[in-house]
C-alpha cells in the first residue's frame, strides 16, 4: 500500500517524491501535535486513555512511514543527483539524512522498550515527587539510564555517549565544548551573585491582586505589539506553559497564571511569543522539511529567553508599558508600583530550589548541575542511587542553599523519566544566544535600539527574522551564531547584560 | 506496508484482524474529527487553508485503509465463519459488509470528483446566496446531481435512485415509504397549522437582555441535569451548533448565544445534549465498530429533539426550571416573565422561511419540501433551472408564505452544495421517532413521567440507553422502533403532542 497518489511534478524525480511524501508525514504529524494541544488544552478527562493508545498508533504510522525504505532510496538518489551546497534541495537532503539515519538506527524493539518505560517512568517519578522519596523511583531512573545508553550506542558516539543524545537537540554540540565554555561561565556567574542578593534586597515581590482575565489582556497587548501574529495563533491556559506550531500559519501558546503575581503569565507570554515568532518565522510552505524546522533548541531557546529577558526584563520596556500595564492591571497604581519597581521586582535575584521558578541570574547554575549529573550517569562515572546526594552537595556549592528533599532536588524535572537526555545543556545555549544576538543585532542596526526604545518592535523581529528564522534547520546553528554576530555561541554578551544589571558599579 | 504490527489474540483471526483495523482506523477518523471540531472552535484564520489539504490526505489515507483488498478478505472470511445470527460479530460483519461495498464500488475518479465539485459548488452557492442569484450557482448544482446519479448507479438500486443515496444516512428506509409516511402526514399538519396561528397570537417573543455567559451557566446546569456526563465532553461556541463525538468518552457539543433571545442557545444545547448522549450512550469499547456507530440519522436525530422539544419545551420542564432559569438571568423576572410565558413563547408557531428558524409544528412542512424537490432533480422530474420555482410555489401552497428571493428559498440551506442528497427527509423521521419513543417510554415506565414532574431525568435517559443507545448499528433502525415502541415509525404521537399543544380545545 502506498500513501501518496500522485508523484509531484517538479524537481528530479526522486527529490520531488521524497519532498511530498515528507510533506505527507507532516500532515499526519500534525494531526498528532493538534491531539496533543488539545490534551493539554481542552479535551475531556474520560478521554485519556483512549487517547493514549491514539498518540501509540499514530506515532508508530508516522514511523513507519518515515522509515519506509523507499525513503532512503529517494535520499540515496537525490544524494547522488550533486545540488549545489547551499542549496535548499542540499540542505533538505542533508536534514532528512540526519533524520532518517538516526530514525532506522533505533532497532524497533528499542523504541517499544523506551516507549513503555518512559510511560512507567512517569507514574513512579510523580509518585516519587509527591512523597518526595527517590528510592520509589530509582528502578526507573536505572533503566532509563540503561536504555539511553542503548540508544547511544545504536546511533553511534565519539569522544562521549552523551555526545550521540546531545545531537538529537543541538546538532554539532559536544560534551567538551559546553564543558568548557560552562566551566569559562561558572565562576563569573557566581561573581556576580553577591552583588545581585545586594540590590535585590531592596526589590519589592511582585505581588497584589491581579485578577487573570486583566492579566490576559495585558499580556496580549503586548504579544500583539512585538509582533505575534493572532491570525496565525492563539493563546490558551495550561498548567505547564509551551509553544507548539500544529501547522502551518497556525502556532499555538499557552500560559498559566498566578493572581497575586502577574509576572508570572506575563514572563512566560513573553517567553512563549519568543518561541513562536520564530517557528512563524520559519517559511510555512517548507513546513515538515528541514528548511522549514527549527535547527536546534539552543536556537529556539535564545529566542524565547530574548523576548523574555532581553526586551521584557529591560527599563525601557516598563518605562513604556507601565501605564498600559496599569491601565489593565489596576492594582498597580493602587499599590504605589512604578516603572522602576516593577522592573525592579522582575530583575530580583534570589536563589531557590525549583530551575522553572529560578531567576535569570541562578537560572544557568541549575542547568550546569544537571548537566554535570546526567552526563556522570549516562557515562557510568555516577550511580544512580548515589544521583540525590550528588545534587544536593553541588547544588549547596554552588547556590548556598541547602536542598531539604528530594522533590526540591533531583526529583523535579520531568526531563529524565521522558528520557530527554542531553536536553538541559540548550536551555543554557539559548540563555547566552539571545544576549549575543540581541547585542549583535543592536550594534548592526540602530534602528532596532531606538525601536526598542519607542516599544516599537518590527526592526528587531524583522533582523531575527533575516539573521536566524529565514534559515530553518538549512545551516548550523554554530553557522547560524556565526553569521550573524561573528562569533560562536560565548558568555560575553550574557554576563554583561548580567553585570549591567547587577554589578555594584553600574546603574 | 501493513499499518498493524501485532494481530490481536481472541475470536477466529480474520475477524480479529479485521477488528483490530477498523479500530487503528477509527484512531485515524478520530484525529480528523478532532482537527474538524478545532476548525469550527480555536484555528486561527490563515491556519485554514493547510488544514484543508491536511483533510484532503487524511481522508484519502484512511479511504485506503478501509478499501484495501485485506479487508475485504476478512470481511468474507468473517462471513463463512459462521457467526450466530444475532451476536455482536455478526452485527459487526453485516454493518462492516455494507460499508465496505459502498466504499468500494464508488470508483476513485468520481470520488475525487465529487471533492473537487463540492468545493467549488460551495463557493458558488455561498456567492449566489449572498446576491440571491440561483444563477450563479445552477451548472454548480446541476454538476452536483448529475454526479450524484453516477454515485447512486454506481450503487446500484432499485425502485428509484434517490433510494441509494439514502441507504447512506438511513439504511433500509425506501422513496415509496418515506413519501407514503409524508401524504399521511402533510395534511394532517396543516389542519393544525390555524388554531396554533390562533395560539400563538397571545404568546410573546422570548426578547429580552441575555448576556452569553449567563445563557451559558443555565444551559450547563440543564445540560448536567439531563445527564450530558462534562468529563466526557463540553460545549463551545461556533456559528452553526454540532456535536461531534471526536473519540471514546469525549463527546464535543457546540451551541451559539443571541444575547436578545436565551432560546437560541438553550434550544440548540438540549439538541446537540440529545446527540451527545446517545453517542456517550453508545457502546465506547466499540468505537469505530458498526455496534458502537449509530444506525440512522433518523435515529440520530430522534435523540436530540426528544430532549429538545419532547422536554425542553414541555409545560412540566418550566415549571421546574424556570426559577432556575430567572436565577441565572435576571432578565427574567425584571421583564415579567412566568414559567407559563416562557413555555408558551417556546412553543409559539409561526411559518417563516428559513427550515433552521421553524417553529415546531411547521419544520417538517420545510422537510417534505425539500425531500419532494431534490428527489424529483435526481430522477430528472424536474429540471435544475426549474427548482427555484417549484420551491416558491410549494412554499406558498404549503406555508403561505410568498418567498421573496431565493437566499429566503432554495438557496438557504448547505446540503445541496455539500452532495447530502437523501438527507433531508431524516430530519422528519427524527421528530416522528422522538415523539413515538417519548410516548412509549412514559407508558412503558411509570417511573419516567413521575422523574419528569419532578425534573429527575436519570429514568428517561436510562430507557433511551437501553431501548435505543445500546443497540448501536447492531439492529437496523426500523427494529429499534419496532422493539421499543411496538410499531414502526408513524406520525401520529408526534401529531398528537403537536395537537396537545394547540388544538383550540386541549389545554
Known sequence: MSFSDAPPTAAPEPYARLTHRMREISMLGAATSALQWDAETYQPKKGVPWRAEQFAFLGGLRHRMFTAPEIGDWLKASEDHGFADDSTEAANVRGLRRDYDRATKLP???????????????????????????ARFRPNLEHIFTLSRRMADAY??????????????????????????????????????????????SARKLEGDFPAAQQAAFNAEVARAIGFDFDAGRIDVTAHPFCSHIAPYDCRLTTRYDE?????SFSSVMHECGHGMYELGLDQDAFGLPVGSAESLGLHESQSRLWENQVGRSREFWEHWFPRAAHHLPALRADGWTPETVWAALNRVSPSFIRVEADQLTYDLHIMLRFD???RLLEGELDVSDAPAAWNEEFERSLGLKVPDDAHGCLQDVHWCEALIG???????????????????KKQDPAIAAGLARAEYAPLLSWLRDHVHRHGAGLSAGEIMRRATGEPTKPDAHLAMLAAKFSAGVE
Open 260 to 264: 497575586r503575581n502577574f509576572a508570572v
Open 373 to 375: 549529573i546526567e552526563r
Open 156 to 201: 553511534g558516539w565519539e569522544g562521549s555517549r552523551y555526545n550521540a543524545l546531545l545531537e538529537g537537540w543541538e546538532p554539532g554540540a559536544t560534551v567538551a565544548e559546553l564543558r568548557a565554555l560552562f566551566d569559562s561561565f561558572r565562576p563569573r556567574l557566581r561573581e556576580l551573585l553577591a552583588p545581585a542578593l545586594e540590590k535585590s534586597r
Open 108 to 134: 524497533a524493539e528499542l523504541v517499544e522498550e523506551l516507549a513503555k518505560t518512559k510511560g512507567l517512568a512517569h507514574l513512579a517519578w510523580q509518585d516519587a515527587k509527591k512523597h518526595s522519596d527517590f
Open 423 to 441: 536536553y538541559f545543556p540548550t536551555y543554557s545555549l539559548g540563555n547566552l544566544n539571545a544576549a549575543q544576538l540581541f547585542a549583535a543585532a
